[in-house]
C-alpha cells in the first residue's frame, strides 16, 4: 500500500487547525468585505432598530475570542503534549468545532440574501473539520510515543 504521507498525526493536527483558522478569518473577512465600497454590513431586524452598543455585543466578543482561542491552544498543547487524556479531549473538541460549523453552515443558509461565496468557504472549512476529526481519532487510538518510566528502569 502506498503511503500519501509520512508526516505525523500531530503534525497533520497542527496544519489542520491552522488552515481551520485561517479560513475562519477569511469567513470573518469576507463579510466586511462591503465596508470597502461603502455598503453598511450592519444586519437590522428592524428598520427603527437602534445600532448595537459595545454593552450589547460584550458576549459575542468574548464568544468570538473562546472560539479562536481554543484552536490556538489545541495548537500549542497539540505541539507539546501527546497523554491520552488530551488526546481524548482534544478528540472531543474536533467534534465540538464540527459541529459548531455545521450549524453555522446552516444558519448562513438561512440569511436573505444567501452568500454563496460563504457557503463554499463554510462546507471547505466543514471538510477541514471532518479529516481534523478523523487525524485526531487516528493519533487518540495510538499509544504514545514516549517511553515510558517502566521501560527506562529496566
Not at 454590513?41 to 454593552?55: D, F, N, R, T
Not at 458576549?59 to 489545541?74: E, H, Q, R
Not at 461565496?117 to 481519532?137: A, H
Amino acid at each position: 500500500m502506498t503511503k500519501i504521507n509520512t508526516i505525523n498525526h500531530r503534525e497533520k493536527i497542527i496544519v489542520l487547525w491552522t488552515v481551520f483558522l485561517l479560513g475562519t478569518l477569511f469567513h470573518t473577512q469576507l463579510a466586511l468585505m462591503p465596508l470597502f465600497h461603502g455598503i453598511d454590513v450592519a444586519m437590522m431586524g428592524h428598520h427603527h432598530q437602534e445600532i448595537a452598543i459595545i454593552a450589547e455585543i460584550t458576549p459575542i466578543l468574548w464568544g468570538m475570542l473562546l472560539f479562536f482561542m481554543l484552536p490556538m491552544l489545541a495548537i500549542v498543547a497539540t505541539a507539546f503534549y501527546e497523554f491520552k487524556r488530551y488526546r481524548t479531549f482534544h478528540f472531543g473538541l474536533t467534534i465540538v468545532y464540527t459541529v459548531l460549523n455545521l450549524l453555522h453552515a446552516i444558519a448562513d443558509l438561512l440569511v436573505t440574501p444567501i452568500a454563496w461565496y460563504q457557503i463554499v468557504l463554510m462546507v471547505f472549512l466543514l471538510f477541514i473539520g471532518i479529516l481534523l476529526n478523523i487525524v485526531s481519532y487516528q493519533w487518540m487510538q495510538i499509544g504514545s510515543r514516549r517511553p515510558s518510566i517502566r521501560a527506562l528502569v529496566e
